[in-house]
């Protein structure tokens, strides 16, 4: 539980440089927004950065974790303001000064305190409908 902790605190921080010391060099993750899963730390810590720079007031809140062997499993609130470019499934979208709120809940495989395997599950449509990008 103390890694997810750590990367928490390094998204507050905008640590980006941290972020990625906590995850395993193959980290692999699921999101909906991708369709083949994100390989390698690398491409995990630019798809959370991504988030955090086109949302620069993101504010996860954890609302509650469940740790179970290798899994923490998370709940969170997630609210934030559309200031900058997002990278999305059908390309780049430009700000739409949108707030969003939206609940997110984020499963953690932990192997020698590092994260090794993410899945993160939001609901893709309602985030782009609060974006304006979708139906309401």
Do not use: C
Not at 20 to 46: M, T, W
Not at 94 to 118: C, D, F, H, L
């Amino acid at each position: 539980m103390q890694v997810v902790e750590d990367i928490e605190n390094a998204q507050k921080a905008a640590d980006w440089k941290r972020f990625g010391e906590l995850h395993a060099e193959n980290v692999v993750l699921h999101s909906p927004d991708n369709a083949v899963p994100l390989k390698g730390r690398d491409a995990v810590v630019g798809w959370y950065k991504g988030f955090f720079t086109a949302f620069p007031d993101m504010t996860p809140t954890r609302l509650v974790a469940i740790t179970q062997g290798e899994w923490v499993a998370a709940e969170y609130r997630i609210t934030g303001t559309h200031k900058g470019a997002l990278k999305g499934p059908a390309g780049t979208i430009p700000p739409t000064n949108k707030r969003v709120n939206m609940a997110n809940s984020s499963w953690y495989k932990v192997q020698n305190g590092m994260i090794v395997e993410v899945h993160e599950y939001f609901d893709q449509a309602g985030f782009m409908a609060q974006l304006g990008l979708g139906p309401k």
